[in-house]
C-alpha cells in the first residue's frame, strides 16, 4: 500500500516545518532522504511514526501498518542489557531470536553488557537489531549508521536490504554514496518549510547498468 | 619478555573497607570522648549521664523481656504508619501526574501538610483518633508528602526519548510503567523512603510522647522525663536512634536487591 502525505502542515512556535508538504511513496523499497541538517526530516519521521500530530493535512496508508523507528539517538534503555533491549520490542518474550538479531550486527558476544558499555557505534547496531526484530512494515531509519566504520556500515546496510525487502524503508543520510547505493528513491531536501527540491531514481540507473 | 604486575595492595577492597571502619570507629570515639567530657565538665546526672551509665542502663533494659516487646510495638506502629505513607504517597504521585484535576486538587492539601507543625497534627490526632494510633497516623503525614513530591518529580523527569520509542514499539501501558517509568522513578523513590524513615520515627515518637502511648518507646521517654529517670532517657533514646539506623540499612538492602532482580536500576 502506497504512504500519501497530503497537504501536511505543522508549525512549532509559528515557525512552519512542515507547509503543504504533498508526496507519494511507494509501498516497498528504499526512499532516502538527503538535506540539510534542521530542514524537517525528523518532524516528517516524527509525524509518519504517530509521534506528533500533524497542524492540518493527513498521511494515508499507514492504517494497520506497524512502524519501527531508529531515532538519530539510539535510545536504548540504559538499566537492560543489549539482549534484552532487542528482546522488549519482541511481541512474544524470545531470548533466543533477540540473541539472532544481535548476531546479525555483529554484537553476539555483547548481548550482556548494558548500553554504557558499549561504544556509541554498538549501542546504535543494537538500535538497528531493535528495528528489525520489531519487524516493521514502514522503517524509518535517522542516520542509522552515522556512528559507524565504513566496513561495517556496508555490512549495516545489507543487513537492512536483507531483512525488509517487504517493507518500506525511509532513510535519512547526508552520505551521497549511501544514498546511491541503497536507494530505489532519492529525495533531495530544503527547508524549513520542507519542501522536495529534485527526486533521482538511482535503481533504474543500476537497472539499466 | 615476561612482564609481572605487583597487586598494589594499598588500593585492595578488603584494606580500603578496613581504613573506612577504622576511620568511622575513630568518628565514634571522638563523640563518645566528647560527650565523656561534657558529662565531667557538668557533673549533675539529672542534666546528663555518662556514655557508660547510658549504655549500662541500655543493657540492663536489653534483658527484660518487656523492653522488647515495648521496641517491637513502637517499630509496627511506625513502621505501619511509614508503609501507609509510602503506599498512599506512590498512588497519590501516579495519579496527579496522570490528572492535573486531581493534582489541582491535592496539591494545596499536600502543601498545607508539608507546612503544618507535627506537634499540630499530633494534639489534633489525640482529639480524633485512639491513642494507639496516633502514632500510626503521625508517621504516616509525615512520610506522605516526601514520597509523594519524590515520586511526582521521578515521573515527571522520566526521558521523553524513551517514552517516544516505547510508543513507536507499541510497549502499552503495562510495559511502559515496568521497564520505563520505574527504573526511572526508582532512585527518587529510595531517596524519599530513607529520608521517610528518619521522619516518621522523629514524628512517631514525639507522638507517642505526647499522647502517652502504653507499651511504646515515647510512652518510656515520657515517664523518663516525669521521674527525672535521664539514664533511661538516654538509653531509650539510643533505641530509638539503632533501630531507626537499622530499618534505614535493612530498607536500602532490600532496594538494591530488589532493584538488582527486576533491572530497576
Redesign the interface.
Known amino acids: 500500500m502506497k504512504l500519501t502525505i497530503q497537504d501536511a502542515c505543522k508549525s512549532y512556535e509559528g515557525r512552519p516545518v512542515l507547509e503543504q508538504l504533498c508526496l507519494a511513496l511507494p509501498g516497498k523499497g528504499t526512499v532516502c532522504l538527503f538535506g540539510p541538517s534542521g530542514c524537517g526530516k525528523t518532524t516528517l519521521f516524527n509525524c509518519i511514526a504517530g509521534l506528533e500530530k500533524l497542524d492540518s493535512g493527513a498521511i494515508l496508508g499507514m492504517e494497520g501498518r506497524r512502524v519501527a523507528y531508529m531515532f538519530q539517538e539510539d535510545r536504548l534503555l540504559p538499566w537492560i542489557n543489549a539482549r534484552e533491549n532487542v528482546e522488549v520490542v519482541l511481541r512474544h518474550a524470545d531470548e533466543k531470536q533477540a540473541q539472532k538479531w544481535l548476531e546479525a550486527v555483529g554484537l553476539g558476544e555483547d548481548g550482556d553488557k548494558r548500553p554504557s558499555e558499549l561504544s556509541g557505534g554498538m549501542r546504535q547496531r543494537v538500535a538497528l537489531a531493535r528495528a528489525l526484530a520489531f519487524g516493521g512494515d514502514v522503517i524509518l531509519l535517522d542516520e542509522p549508521f552515522r556512528a559507524l566504520d565504513p566496513k561495517t556500515r556496508l555490512r549495516m546496510e545489507a543487513l537492512v536490504q536483507e531483512h525488509s525487502r517487504e517493507a518500506l524503508k525511509l532513510l535519512v543520510t547526508h552520505d551521497r554514496e549511501e544514498a546511491q547505493f541503497l536507494a530505489d528513491q532519492i529525495l533531495y531536501l530544503e527547508g524549513p518549510p520542507l519542501r522536495i527540491v529534485r527526486r533521482e531514481f538511482p535503481s533504474d540507473r543500476r537497472n539499466d547498468a | 619478555m615476561k612482564i609481572f604486575t605487583i597487586p598494589n595492595k594499598s588500593n585492595s577492597p578488603k584494606r580500603s573497607r578496613a581504613a573506612e571502619w577504622g576511620r568511622k570507629c575513630l568518628a565514634a570515639l571522638f563523640w563518645l570522648a566528647l560527650w565523656q567530657v561534657l558529662y565531667l565538665a557538668v557533673q549533675q546526672e539529672i542534666l546528663i549521664v555518662s556514655p557508660v551509665r547510658a549504655f549500662g542502663r541500655l543493657l540492663e533494659l536489653a534483658g527484660e523481656a518487656e523492653f522488647w516487646i515495648t521496641a517491637f510495638s513502637s517499630m509496627l506502629r511506625i513502621v505501619s504508619g511509614f508503609l501507609l505513607g509510602v503506599v498512599a504517597g506512590t498512588l497519590l504521585a501516579a495519579l496527579t501526574s496522570v490528572s492535573r484535576l486531581l493534582y489541582d486538587v491535592f496539591h494545596p492539601m499536600i502543601s498545607i501538610v508539608k507546612a503544618t507543625p507535627v506537634a499540630s497534627f499530633i494534639l489534633l490526632a489525640l482529639v480524633w483518633i485512639e491513642s494507639p494510633y496516633v502514632p500510626v497516623f503521625t508517621a504516616f503525614l509525615m512520610v506522605l508528602p516526601v514520597v509523594w513530591g519524590n515520586v511526582s518529580n521521578g515521573i515527571a523527569k522520566t526521558d521523553r ?2 517514552l ?2 516505547a ?5 502499552g501501558i503495562a ?1 511502559t510503567i515496568r ?2 517509568y520505574l ?1 526511572s522513578i526508582m532512585p527518587y523513590f529510595t531517596a524519599a523512603c530513607t529520608t521517610g524513615m528518619g521522619l516518621a520515627w522523629k514524628a512517631g515518637v514525639a507522638a507517642e510522647v505526647l499522647a502517652n502511648t502504653k507499651r511504646s518507646i515515647g510512652g518510656n521517654i515520657y515517664n523518663a522525663k516525669i521521674y527525672i529517670e535521664t539514664a533511661d532517657l538516654f538509653a531509650w533514646t539510643a533505641v530509638v536512634i539503632v533501630i531507626s539506623v537499622l530499618l534505614e540499612k535493612l530498607m536500602m538492602r532490600l532496594m538494591k536487591t530488589v532493584g538488582k532482580k527486576y ?3
Do not use: G, T
Open positions: 526519548n524513551l517516544q520509542m510508543e513507536v514499539y507499541q510497549f510495559k521497564r520505563i527504573p533491572n530497576l536500576s
